[in-house]
């Protein structure tokens, strides 16, 4: 376990995993400008030593931040190499460090205000090709925030959609002389597949799961069995690779030869990035990402027809409340564009919330009122189905299969207009009048009734959140947390008050302000642009922020630099940034 140090004016060292040491590195550098982490482009085999490297360092970076009150002053950028796929495949050599671009989609939904980017670096290119790369885009006036650069080329991402594709006689068949596994298969979606699978001709179905068939699940595969099929149920851990094997040499032994793997097998713990430790974080990754890479590493030598992943829209569009989850199922996407790098079968669906089955089927009642009131609208099971069918047939690596309601989308969650990834589902023309028509109202208001008028909608929508009626809130000297306002809760309401005053908050702001009255009055002292009180108007602070006609072109300049040179040109510049 190694302790915190310094070791020189400008190297520490530091334990990934060790959350405490984290806050320390800051007070330590108090005047830093900008975080690159470099983590994700370490050169690791092992898979469990690339996530503390990656998403461990990230998590308690982010933490101490937050703790540091430093999130709107400090970027931060993640930075990768050769773990996206962007022209093709066989670029995506180090998958395992995958996972930490769906932890930074996260970042950016629960903290925008830290302005968290993703960079792919070149797989090919060495140190002295990186090092402009890093520059140009960490001293950039723009806001992308997902951007792979290759040959030289600067890439950034965006969410397209899928046009549909015919599949007739290239449609790729279920065998029944094969052998097909699911994990996760004694879940929900596991179960559904599995009855898909049969209808469409499979005869061997290896279904595995930590615990024994419930009853319904036991009724579902006397019912396959009765349809002529052999199924057959084994038990164990696929975070673990002795089960992997154990399994896999089942299948060998006593079964047709195994040709696809659906990998379905997951779990949740749900809680935002502030208040999570790397314990829960952990707990999430293991069946999705050791499981898959024990999976892949153990059936890279089979003939199979198909290598699909269960991954989820949480890694494609990040999930307020799911760091983990999302960065689990990144790594799945990853595998994926890996395996076809490699020659093998791999598909990744980022598949979103099902009707029946999955997950978010077996989340509370609340969160799933919650799921359903963001725009996403969840996938009836027939039509999954369908699509899974075709999918096997495509050429992708990834495919993300969720049905949203854009609109509502946008309008539950208004920072995500400002996600480039976004940007060609964002509405043409936002209903202004939808998004000012609080503030008009409380303009039309005398100055004297105003706080009346804002106090008694934002009890509203705290009643709203917690379900509740807003007699039980009081006059607002009750704690959140007493009322029973969870982190995740907080999310939502944060989202809320951002939608009708259309305005960025801190991502801290129901921690900072735990009682219904100090909120009302920061938003009005802080954060609503009119007056409140007739002897003391709320004063506009306004910044000037004077633009830098310093820019130069870096590429050309820094082919004539030695490294120590780029070391401090960039210290000055950040110097210069400092004031």
Known sequence: CSKYQQLDAQHYQINPTVAEQFPKLLQDNSDIKGILHLWGINETEDLQTAQKLGCATALHLVQALVQAGLTNVIPMWLVTQGTQNILDAAEVVQPLQGSLWGLGRVISLEHPDLRCGRIDLDPTSNVSEIIPSLIDEVFSDENEDQIAIRQGVRYVARLVRQQKQKFSDEQKSIKPEASYLITGGLGALGLEVAQWMVKQGAKHIVLTGRRSPNETA?????????????????????????????????????????????????????????????????????????????????????????????????????????????????????????????????????????????????????????????????????????????????????????????????????????????????????????????????????????????????????????????????????????????????????????????????????????????????????????????????SENNVDMEADDSSIDNSSRFQEMSEDDVVDLLAKKLESLGG
């Open 218 to 538: 036991q009724k579902i595969i006397e019912e396959l069995e009765a349809a002529g099929s052999k199924v057959i149920v084994l038990l164990g851990d696929i975070s673990t690779q002795d089960s992997v094997m154990k399994i896999l040499e089942t299948i060998s032994a006593s079964l047709p030869p195994l040709k696809g793997v659906i990998h379905a097998a997951g779990v949740l713990s749900d809680g935002v990035l502030q208040k999570m430790s790397w314990e829960e974080f952990t707990k999430v990754m293991a069946p999705k990402v050791s499981g898959t890479w024990y999976l892949h590493q153990l059936t890279q030598d089979l003939p199979l027809d198909f290598f699909v992943c269960f991954s989820s829209m949480a890694s494609m569009l990040g999930n307020a409340g799911q760091g983990n989850y999302a960065a689990a199922n990144a790594f799945m996407d990853a595998i994926a564009h890996y395996r076809r790098g490699q020659g093998l079968p791999g598909l990744s669906i980022n598949w979103g919330a099902w009707a029946a089955g999955g997950m978010a089927a077996r989340l509370a009642s609340e969160h799933q009122n919650r799921m359903q009131s963001s725009g996403v609208v969840a996938i009836d099971i027939e039509a999954g189905m369908q699509a899974l069918g075709s999918l096997l047939s495509g050429s992708q690596s990834q495919v993300g299969v969720f049905p949203v309601n854009w609109s509502e989308f946008f309008r539950q969650t208004p920072t995500a207009e400002k996600i480039p990834f976004l940007s060609g589902f964002v509405p043409s023309q936002p209903s202004l009048s939808q998004k000012f028509s609080f503030i008009e109202e409380l303009e039309a208001k005398a100055i004297p009734d105003r706080m009346e008028l804002l106090t008694a909608h934002i009890r509203s929508m705290l009643a709203q959140t917690l379900g509740i009626s807003d007699a039980k809130i009081g006059m607002g000297e009750s704690f959140f947390d007493d009322l029973g306002l969870d982190s995740l809760m907080a999310v939502e309401l944060k989202n809320r008050i951002e939608s009708i005053l259309n305005v960025s908050l801190s991502s801290t702001l129901l921690f900072d302000y735990p009682i219904l009255k100090k909120l009302v009055n920061h938003l009005a002292d802080d954060v609503i642009p009119i007056e409140f009180s007739m002897d003391n108007g709320a």
